[in-house]
């Protein structure tokens, strides 16, 4: 049984921090791509950031790079965005994802989504 699920958004500052964490558990899929998207009130839904299970691979959407960095933690089934220097235009619900086919590396053809953790940078 597939099972994703968010946890650590809240309300911060500009300029502030945050870290998510996401439980993505797959039994009978040992190399999932996991990934970070978003949605900001009235815009569709956008990748932040990606990672690899099997690897070390890691990708970002323009606006996370050098400011957002994902990890994980392999033995705990977990992955994490750890967000610095929030703006105004991070507020969004984060979604947590997850897929068992490529093409990789993109952030397309995710197929296994978390409910959502809300976000709110405050200026």
């Known amino acids: 049984q597939v099972h994703v699920e968010e946890s650590g958004g809240g309300s911060v500052q500009a300029g502030g921090s945050l870290r998510l964490s996401c439980v993505v558990s797959?039994?009978?899929?040992?190399?999932?791509?996991m990934g970070w998207f978003r949605q900001a009130p009235g815009k569709e839904r956008e990748g932040v950031a990606g990672i690899y299970r099997c690897g070390s691979n890691t990708f970002y959407a323009h606006s996370a790079k050098g400011r957002f960095t994902i990890s994980q933690d392999r033995a705990k089934d977990m992955i994490y965005l750890q967000m610095n220097n929030l703006n105004v235009d991070d507020t969004a619900i984060y979604y947590c994802a997850a897929k068992t086919s490529g093409p990789w590396m993109e952030f397309v053809n995710y197929n296994y989504w978390g409910q959502g953790t809300q976000v709110a940078v405050s200026s």
């Open positions: 797959m039994p009978s899929f040992a190399c999932p791509e």
